[in-house]
């Protein structure tokens, strides 16, 4: 940090020469004090303006750019996520909510939604209490289908497109948590009650978040990929009518 602050300082100072030997090679040639200051006067007189277009368009401009070239990767990345855990372990978690009849209705997503029905559902998601009955959760199938997954997440987690979005990256943070307590138990058949619980409350954890980045990954597919928007509408685990067929 040290050395790059001197190097700015050098390159100011060798500018600064630059520009007083240009002006000075100016007067050499022409002998004309006077019209060198009216060009700088001129010069100084445009350099707020300069600094206006520079720093807050051209710069806003760009940083928009770079912000939406970031969030497209950063999609591209949880859309992989889906398609290879994400929709299946939704699905698998969701399967033991007692409750789910509360809110299935909700998350029946069709080509009709607007960005309104969106942010309608999602606050109605905050309000709800979401619940995992683990006597409804195959403990062994689970861990084999995280365990099977296990590097394709440890390749999410250290990407650095995810360090701008932070709740999905606490989605990833507690679907490897939950992959570690499972993994770090050989006989899940004979667990006492309170580490049930235990993994259970983990499981919520991963449902509260998974469901929550879901519904906005449905936005984004809505608003930028219909043909992936489509088949993410036929293969929606709240929709018992969905179906990959396209009828």
């Known amino acids: 940090m040290k ?46 303006l300069e600094v206006l277009i520079v720093t807050l368009i051209i710069h806003r401009v760009l940083s ?10 950063l999609n591209m990345v949880i859309g992989a996520f889906f398609s290879e855990l994400g929709f299946k372990l ?33 606050r109605i998601l905050k309000s709800y209490n979401y619940e995992v009955d683990r006597t409804k959760i195959d403990w062994v199938l689970l861990r084999g289908l995280l365990k099977e997954r ?12 995810l360090l701008e ?17 499972l993994e770090n138990r050989e006989d899940l058949s004979s667990l006492p009650e309170s580490d049930l619980d235990h993994i259970a409350a983990d499981l919520k954890r991963v449902y509260t978040n998974i469901i929550s980045q879901w519904l906005k990954y449905m936005l984004h597919l809505k608003d930028n990929f219909p043909y992936l928007f489509s088949l993410a509408m036929r293969s929606n685990p709240f929709d018992d009518n969905s179906s990959f067929i396209v009828s």
């Open 3 to 48: 050395s790059k602050k001197i190097w700015q300082i050098k390159l100011g100072l060798v500018l600064i020469v630059l520009t007083a030997a240009i002006y000075y090679l100016h007067f050499i040639i022409f002998h004309d004090v006077h019209h060198i200051f009216i060009y700088l006067l001129g010069d100084i007189a445009f350099l707020p």
């Open 64 to 73: 928009h750019k770079e912000k939406q070239v970031k969030l497209e990767k």
């Open 90 to 122: 939704l699905s698998y978690i969701s399967d033991s909510d007692p409750n789910l009849d509360r809110i299935k209705s909700y998350l029946v997503i069709d080509g009709d939604w607007d960005n309104e029905k969106f942010i309608k559902v999602e």
């Open 150 to 161: 296990r590097d394709f997440l440890l390749r999410l987690i250290e990407n650095p497109v």
């Open 165 to 181: 979005h932070e709740s999905f990256t606490e989605l990833l943070r507690s679907v490897f948590h939950i992959t570690e307590e």
